[in-house]
């Protein structure tokens, strides 16, 4: 996720927009209002994933999946916190914006925020993988996707994802330049801009900067978007076939209680793998794009970049920020266990406030149970 302060220190001047007028009249449109609507989805998905990590935390909720999906809450948590006071930086007057100690903040800003979404990006590979594992493979889905080797898959996504973003820290450095101001002050100005190693030529021909270009749209964003996309159509057949599955085994039993048993799990399973494939589609919605865009400004060079992702920088982040403040309004629409979990959490003690409840019969709990299963 890159802001268009960054991007915007190496834009080519005097020079026709690449893609046309329409792509500078929605980047200047937006641009005003985009500081606003970041902030309220921050805040909206600061306290979304802080009540994600608190479900999905609990005793009743242990398992693999909910393991991942609680690492990447936390990705995703940081993401928001961080980004609260970027988006205050950018309503700094433009001297106060280009001293040297807010440099080093965005600059901090750029690789960390890369670090944690590139966390979250490869924790939805993991999720898929493991989801692929339970569906089409159920007989061996202890054995290879239990909770010790989750939590090793787990922790390898927060120790090799800061690897993997190492060219990113070494093409970007704070640099600055003389400025007159108006009222004739001659004063030292700070932006992030490509470092001397950045311009460096370290494969022959070709400079750090395209290294980082090359990581960023291929590893970091498409070949995990390749892969989400050939498992989400894996495991939609998976599915398919195991409903197959199920249902002739289930017409060769005695109907009964047993029978009911088996719809209901056949019906939890379904429920949760619409809801793990809503979050993956959401992924690939938002880091296909970016990706795309990446590798062209490569291949194009500079006047793309400075025209056309340059000018998509502030729509790439709110696309980016909405997809990592989402998944509690996907979990509560779609799964009922993390339904029932967050009401005996919290309905229990709003209920204590708000109505009269009979307490110390039993009641409380089985109410809230039966209105979140509805």
């Given at each position: 996720m890159n802001s268009s302060e960054w991007l915007n220190s190496t834009a080519a001047a005097g020079e026709p927009p690449y893609c046309g007028s329409n792509m500078v009249a929605f980047s200047e449109a937006y641009r005003p209002v985009h500081v606003y609507v970041s902030l309220l989805v921050c805040v909206f998905g600061s306290v979304a994933n802080t009540l994600n990590i608190a479900v999905l935390t609990r005793r009743e909720m242990s398992?693999?999946?909910?393991?991942?999906?609680?690492?990447?809450?936390?990705?995703?948590?940081?993401?928001?916190?961080?980004?609260v006071p970027f988006a205050g930086y950018t309503l700094l007057p433009y001297e106060q914006r280009l001293s040297y100690g807010w440099a080093i903040f965005v600059l901090f800003h750029s690789n960390f925020t890369q670090v944690c979404h590139t966390v979250a990006i490869w924790l939805t590979v993991i999720l898929a993988v493991w989801r692929y594992v339970a569906v089409a493979h159920p007989q061996r889905n202890r054995e290879l996707c239990g909770m010790r080797t989750t939590v090793r898959a787990i922790a390898s996504a927060y120790l090799v994802c800061p690897c993997l973003c190492t060219p990113l820290y070494l093409a970007f450095d704070v640099n600055s330049r003389r400025s007159v101001l108006p009222g004739g002050r001659n004063v030292t100005l700070y932006h992030v801009g490509l470092s001397a190693l950045g311009d460096a030529r370290v494969f022959g021909d070709v400079s750090l900067q395209k290294v980082n270009f090359w990581v960023y749209s291929v590893v970091i964003k498409i070949i995990p978007c390749v892969t989400l996309t050939v498992l989400s159509l894996r495991l939609v057949l998976a599915l398919?076939?195991?409903?197959?599955?199920?249902?002739?085994?289930q017409a060769s039993k005695t109907p009964g209680k047993k029978k009911k048993v088996v719809v209901e799990k056949e019906k939890q399973t379904d429920r949760t793998t619409?809801?793990?494939?809503?979050?993956?589609?959401?992924?690939?919605?938002?880091?296909?794009?970016?990706?795309?865009?990446?590798?062209l400004s490569m291949f194009l060079g500079e006047r793309f970049f400075s025209s056309c992702y340059a000018r998509l920088g502030d729509l790439m982040d709110i696309l980016a920020l909405i997809n990592s403040a989402i998944n509690f309004i996907l979990y509560c629409s779609m799964s009922r266990q993390f339904r029932t979990t967050f009401a005996q959490l919290f309905w229990p003690r709003l209920l204590d406030r708000w109505a009269a409840v009979p307490q110390g019969d039993g009641h409380d709990n089985g109410a809230a149970t039966q209105v979140t299963q509805v």
């Open positions: 398992s693999p999946t909910n393991a991942i999906l609680t690492g990447l809450a936390v990705a995703d948590l940081l993401v928001m916190l961080e980004y398919v076939e195991t409903k197959k599955r199920r249902r002739n085994l619409r809801m793990l494939l809503a979050v993956l589609l959401l992924f690939l919605i938002t880091e296909f794009p970016q990706g795309i865009l990446g590798l």
